[in-house]
């Protein structure tokens, strides 16, 4: 069956980094676009940034500049790549794989920046 694990979360401070992970299993991980959400408490889930799966990329205008999107698909991974966070940043972060009428989330890996 198909499954995406999240990794990688934690509590950092403002103006650190964190690297997410996100592994792919039971589908073609190389067809399949990838992406990244996020959902803050009492807030709507919302995209932080996409990978297509010829390598194009979009991101959130409250994330350009600072997150990175990559993916290794010898891995079967996606990556987020997150520096300079901010307490806004707050969240727990998804990732997704889709393509054609295909739709796949992970369980979720939780972000807290605070000092």
């Known amino acids: 069956q198909v499954q995406l694990v999240e990794s990688g979360g934690g509590l950092v401070q403002p103006g650190e980094s964190l690297r997410l992970s996100c592994a792919g299993s039971?589908?073609?991980?190389?067809?399949?676009?990838m992406g990244w959400h996020r959902q803050a408490p009492g807030k709507q889930r919302e995209l932080v940034a996409t990978?297509?799966?010829?390598?194009?990329?979009n991101y959130a205008d409250s994330v350009k500049g600072r997150f990175t999107i990559s993916r290794d698909n010898a891995k079967n991974t996606v990556y987020l790549q997150m520096n300079n966070l901010e307490p806004e940043d707050t969240a727990v972060y998804y990732c997704n794989a889709y393509w054609a009428q295909n739709k796949y989330w992970g369980q979720g890996t939780q972000v807290t920046v605070s000092s």
């Open positions: 039971g589908y073609t991980f190389s067809l399949y676009h």
């Open positions: 990978i297509t799966s010829g390598r194009t990329t």
